[in-house]
Structure formats: structure tokens, C-alpha cells
């Protein structure tokens, strides 16, 4: 089954400790992107990659880093989460950029971070 | 500049009545809009999109939306409300420069209730 997988769904961390949100996908996308969800703000895009070893920042990108050693993982690192972290994260994948833009974006289903 | 708005954050329909989200975007040159549902604890799906093809545009579960250029408006209608419709729909619109090419500006989200 064609899908996007994030781990963990669900994470109370306190502030300054690191953690890592993995997402992978096995459609062999070559585009993936995070987005933070805050309500009454839509989603937010804070990177995305356009292919193995191309990471690029999008609106939101501070406090957080990514990387892309592999096709198929994109993981998200909070090296020192704070509390205005506090969000719901998506993790999505495209075959290719112009998909994206097109609106074929595959999510998965969201990982919920509380920092305190 | 693209920007895409809202215009209520939350909609209640009785089972059986119509639905229609509104959504009014900005943008500099033509856009493409699409629709998102996102089921509780669930990940974003691609609804309908507009790519500058037909302005009528149908979607997946009977929604269209129908795009006005004269009006800058997407809006999202369904004949008849059904409860498996209840969820948090966003409207979106493409930002696609060089080098920044497969970002989607989300909407603030409007939240449909559907009521027996």
C-alpha cells in the first residue's frame, strides 16, 4: 500500500531535548516537504527536499533541521525544541516538484509534539 | 504575492442540506487551487484541484468548485451534506517560482460539522 509513514503520532518532550521525527514513503517520490499545522494558520512549510542531498527552507524553518541521505526518509530534527514548537507536524511526498504543484501530494498522517 | 483566504473557519450544515466553503486567493499570475480534506487524525487528501483547464471543477464525494477569476474566489460546494463529511477543509493556491517550486499556501481551514 502506497503511503506516507510518521513516527512517533504522538510525543510530550520538554524543552532543550533533542528528537527526531522520522518520516518515510515508498512510492519512490523524489519530493518530500514537512508543514507544522496551527490552528488558525493553515499549514505552514518549514523544508523540503527536491531529491536525495537537496534540502531547501521554506516559510518556517527555524528551530528545525532535515535531511535527505536516502529516497525515501526525510527526517525531521529538533535539536533544542522549545515551546512555541508545540504543533501538529505532516510529513508529504510528490513524485517530482511540478507534481506538487499540480496538488498530487501524498500525506501522512501527522505527528502531534508538545513541549513543555 | 499568492495569498488564499478563507472566509469562515467554522460551517454547521444540517444532513441532507448543501454545503459551501468559501475561499477568496490573491495572486500575481494564474494560480492553481485545489481543495484538501483532512479527516480527524488523519493526513490531508486531495480533494479537486484547478489547473487553468475547465472552471468547473469535480471532485472526489460529489464537491465541486467552480473557479472565478473575475470574483478571485474557489469556492467549494456539495449538493448534499452527508455526516461522513464532517472535517477540516483547506483551500489552497501553488507558489511556484524557480528555485522554489512545489509550495502550497494554505488557507486558515475551514471546519465543516454536519448535523443529523
Known amino acids: 500500500e502506497a503511503q506516507v509513514t510518521q513516527n512517533p503520532r504522538y510525543l510530550i518532550t520538554v524543552t532543550g531535548k533533542k528528537l527526531t521525527v522520522t518520516c518515510s514513503q515508498n512510492?519512490?517520490?523524489?519530493?518530500m516537504s514537512w508543514y507544522r499545522q496551527d490552528p488558525g494558520l493553515g499549514l505552514r512549510q518549514i523544508y523540503y527536499s527536491m531529491n536525495v542531498e537537496a534540502t531547501d527552507k521554506g516559510d518556517v524553518p527555524e528551530g528545525y533541521k532535515v535531511s535527505r541521505k536516502e529516497k525515501r526518509n526525510f527526517p525531521l530534527i529538533l535539536e533544542s525544541p522549545s515551546p512555541n514548537q508545540t504543533s501538529l507536524y505532516f510529513c508529504a511526498s510528490s513524485l517530482s516538484d511540478k507534481a506538487a504543484n499540480t496538488g498530487e501530494l501524498f500525506f501522512g498522517e501527522g505527528s502531534r509534539l508538545t513541549v513543555l | 504575492a499568492q495569498s488564499v483566504t478563507q472566509l469562515d473557519s467554522h460551517v454547521s450544515v444540517s444532513e441532507g442540506t448543501p454545503v459551501l466553503l468559501r475561499c477568496n486567493y490573491s495572486s500575481s499570475y494564474s494560480p492553481s487551487l485545489f481543495w484538501y480534506v483532512q479527516h480527524p487524525n488523519k493526513g490531508l487528501q486531495l480533494l479537486l484541484k484547478y489547473t487553468s483547464a475547465a472552471t468547473l471543477v469535480k471532485g472526489i464525494n460529489g464537491f465541486e468548485a467552480e473557479f472565478k477569476k473575475s470574483e478571485t474566489s474557489f469556492h467549494l460546494t456539495k449538493p448534499s451534506a452527508h455526516m461522513s463529511d464532517a472535517a477540516e477543509y483547506f483551500c489552497v493556491v501553488t507558489r511556484a517560482w524557480w528555485g522554489n517550486t512545489g509550495k502550497l499556501i494554505f488557507g486558515q481551514g475551514t471546519t465543516l460539522q454536519v448535523k443529523p
Open positions: 512510492m519512490n517520490h523524489e519530493y
